[in-house]
């Protein structure tokens, strides 16, 4: 787990990327746009990732958020009220029954941010297909655990335990079976 400090550029940049979007609460809790703090959220975790792999440009692709070394990373950002612990669980939405989100990303990206956009987590990072080979589907409206339900999609979840380092992307995106 890598602890960021979030700096106000990487807030406004966020702040700003929102600014052409029209949110709508209405349009359902599992819709793109319906929740402003989300997509800043998302735009945040974005910033991280490309300071801390050096990545001067944005893709934002719908299929993928950046490359990196030639590698499609699709970013996945929620907020907390603490530094999460290494067994709860990082979550990939699928509205499809198969459980598997349609992206065609080669890395998911899992980061946390705490509720005051003070600091943030990469949690670590994961082939997409490792992903949802070792995950585990979650079908929307069940409990993951006590007092967890997923209420606004299907999903699969996997532990932040279960997560590489995100050095290895680094080092040419070598990994070894955990």
Known sequence: MQKILITSEMRSIAHQKTKHLHF???RGLSKFGSEKNRTIVGYIGEQMVMDFLKIKSLDDQFNFDLTYQ???LEVKTISCKFKPF???????NSHNLDGIHKQSADYYVFLR??????KGWILGC?????FFEKGKFIEKGSQVVKGVQF???NATVLPINQLYPM???????????K
């Open 151 to 153: 209420v606004k999609a």
């Open 70 to 72: 030639g590698k499609r």
């Open 113 to 118: 941010i705490l509720n005051d956009q003070s």
């Open 126 to 130: 994961i082939p997409c297909s490792e």
């Open 167 to 177: 050095n290895i992307l680094k080092s040419n995106g070598t990994f070894m079976e």
């Open 86 to 92: 290494p067994h709860y669980l990082c979550t990939v």
């Open 24 to 26: 709508n609460e209405n």
